[in-house]
């Protein structure tokens, strides 16, 4: 079983529509999550991070934690078609003061006009 | 500000081939990582460089080399490419090793035939 769970889609929703994107994991560990945007034939960027539980809003975007269900998500309201990529979340724990990096396998997100 | 950089863009090699990725980063980072990516499995973490003078095996290390030639650069060698080495690799930096946001290059896209 792969630590980080992660619906490889694609998911393609009509412009304007609310975009709920989701991973699983197995280690209890975690303590940062992120979220990384990635578009076609480019390096990801990190678009929102989470520390612990909890919520987080920034603009069209709120990420979530449950860490009781092991469970993040990802939702873009109002989609643009600028906002057609594949997202992936990434999952770390502190260990011997290194940060180190498990990411999910990526959700294609296709938002047409 | 370039960010990170990677050459090339694009190779293809033969089986049994050897190569260097080159990666370089201009924002001073301590940390520098290399990553494959393949369909369905996400980026898994080659080799790390916590910091210049230090490099560690991650997560599939097997077939490859690393050097950190000083705090800018880290090269990532194939000495005798095979065809499962056929990925899109990039390279990563954060400011420390318990950064969470890692910068990535554009990537190189790597055949092996």
């Known amino acids: 079983q792969k630590e980080v769970e992660q619906d490889p889609g694609p998911l393609s929703v009509p412009e304007g529509a609310i975009v709920s994107l989701n991973c699983t994991y197995s280690n209890s560990a975690f303590q940062y999550f992120m979220w990384y945007r990635q578009y076609s034939r480019k390096g990801p960027e990190l678009l ?5 539980s909890g919520n987080k809003e920034d603009g069209r975007f709120t990420a979530q934690v449950d860490k009781s269900s092991k469970y993040i998500s990802l939702f873009i309201r109002d989609s643009q078609p600028s906002d057609s990529a594949t997202y992936l979340c990434a999952m770390s724990a502190l260990s011997g003061g290194y940060n180190k990096l498990i990411f999910g396998a990526g959700t294609r997100l296709a938002v047409h006009p | 500000n370039a ?4 050459t090339p863009k694009f190779q293809v090699l033969k089986t049994g081939q050897s190569m260097t990725l ?9 940390s520098m990582y290399w990553y494959r990516q ?11 460089s916590a910091s210049e003078g230090t490099t560690d095996k991650g997560e599939v290390p097997n077939g490859y080399n690393v050097s ?8 990532l060698r194939l000495e005798s490419a095979a065809p499962s080495q056929t990925s899109v690799y990039f390279c990563a930096s ?4 318990s950064g969470y946001e890692q910068y990535f290059g554009p990537g190189t896209r790597l055949t092996v035939t």
């Open chain 2, 68 to 75: 950190r030639l000083n705090k800018r650069e880290f090269s």
């Open chain 2, 94 to 97: 954060t400011r420390g090793p």
């Open chain 2, 38 to 48: 393949d369909p369905g499995m996400g980026l898994r973490l080659i080799y790390y």
């Open chain 2, 22 to 30: 080159q990666c370089a980063q201009d924002m001073n980072h301590n």
């Open chain 1, 48 to 52: 929102m991070y989470t520390y612990s």
């Open chain 2, 3 to 6: 960010g990170v950089t990677q």
